[in-house]
């Protein structure tokens, strides 16, 4: 397999906890949390950009033919590598229910695209069991537990809740402060998360996530 293959294999974190992790991707995502008529949890819509170092190197390993671009059948294969890759880690979907962790179904594809220099992908997931949503709390976010993939929400904005089902409900991004999470965590953050956070489920406590009560 070529590097950036390889990249696409085991790389794809949340921007918090730059002051531990080493990130050599960089994404700005938009996580879409969609709820069906019958009150659960749908499906969590993506939509990563790259940034654009990275999206080179892909353009370079991938574009077979040499056209400096990424042909359809070319884009497919990004897509293909990256969906069959990430299968082990639910995508990086962090995803609960009361509390719960919630593990997600394999994507039926990942779209790709490459728009001005940048590699798009575009995706959904759906819970693996039931979500209800009335008198419930959940809770999505996205994070790299490998720490070696940056990905961002630019804004509140790009964290949304669509369906009539969402009515009522109280949702709230939160993007924790990493000096507080340090210090309400110190005695489960230990030596090993600082020297090798990948072996852990602790970068969790940094990534952005948006909370829902309904």
């Given at each position: 397999m070529?590097?950036?293959?390889?990249?696409?294999?085991?790389?794809?974190?949340?921007?918090?906890?730059?002051?531990?992790?080493?990130?050599?991707?960089f994404i700005e995502a938009r996580l879409e949390v969609v709820a069906g008529a019958d009150g659960n949890i749908q499906e969590l819509r993506n939509v990563w950009r790259f940034d654009e170092v990275f999206s080179s190197s892909v353009l370079m390993d991938f574009d077979k033919n040499t056209n400096l671009k990424l042909d359809p059948d070319e884009l497919t294969q990004v897509g293909d590598t990256v969906r069959d890759s990430l299968v082990d880690y639910d995508y990086y979907v962090n995803m609960s229910f009361n509390g719960k962790t919630i593990k997600?179904?394999?994507?039926?594809?990942?779209?790709?695209?490459?728009?001005?220099?940048?590699?798009?992908?575009?995706?959904?997931?759906?819970?693996?069991e039931p979500m209800p949503m009335k008198g419930n709390k959940l809770s999505f976010g996205i994070y790299d537990p490998t720490l070696y993939t940056s990905v961002d929400f630019?804004?509140?904005?790009?964290?949304?809740?669509?369906?009539?089902?969402?009515?009522?409900?109280?949702?709230?991004?939160?993007?924790?402060?990493p000096d507080e999470v340090i210090a309400e965590n110190k005695a489960t953050l230990t030596d090993a998360f600082f020297k090798d956070p990948t072996g852990t489920t602790m970068s969790k406590l940094f990534a952005t996530r948006v909370d829902i009560q309904c």
């Open positions: 070529k590097k950036s293959t390889l990249l696409l294999a085991g790389a794809l974190s949340l921007a918090p906890v730059a002051a531990f992790a080493h990130p050599h991707v997600v179904n394999k994507p039926d594809t990942i779209h790709v695209d490459y728009k001005d220099g940048q590699l798009l992908m575009f995706f959904a997931v759906a819970p693996a630019p804004t509140d904005a790009d964290m949304v809740t669509i369906g009539d089902a969402f009515q009522g409900c109280k949702h709230e991004v939160v993007r924790p402060d």
